[in-house]
């Protein structure tokens, strides 16, 4: 079995390895010593073109959803213990407002509004 479980991975990135030394039995059962070298240089002669020679990518303004909260500095994601029966009426009465609003979104103007006091 073979012990570096990342060579394919190593040979297919192009990353060099150190030269290892391993021992193999042959088929007679004598231990013979053998170098290997993980490092493809055929293959990185093969992936390095010229800047000239590779094709030119075009590059597309982003599509999908947009950027949301949590990927976003200027909102920090927290933790607060509230009352399940609370939250629960809290959660009803934000599903049947005509105009929607998320609980964050409440939690931050009710912060707001006490910062206000």
Do not use: C, H
């Not at 909102?75 to 009426?89: E, F, G, M, N, W």
């Amino acid at each position: 079995m073979d012990k570096d479980k990342f060579k394919g991975l190593l040979e297919i990135t192009g990353e060099k390895t150190k030269t290892a030394t391993t021992t193999k039995k042959s088929d007679n059962g004598a231990a013979r010593r053998q170098s290997t070298n993980n490092s493809m240089p055929a293959a990185k002669a093969q992936t390095s073109q010229s800047a000239a020679e590779q094709p030119e990518v075009e590059i597309r303004p982003r599509t999908g959803r947009p950027a949301g909260k949590r990927s976003s500095s200027d909102y920090k994601q927290v933790t607060a213990y509230i009352d399940l029966a609370t939250y629960k009426k809290v959660k009803v009465r934000l599903f049947e407002q005509d105009e929607k609003q998320e609980f964050s979104e409440l939690v931050d103007k009710l912060l707001k509004d006490w910062l206000l006091k």
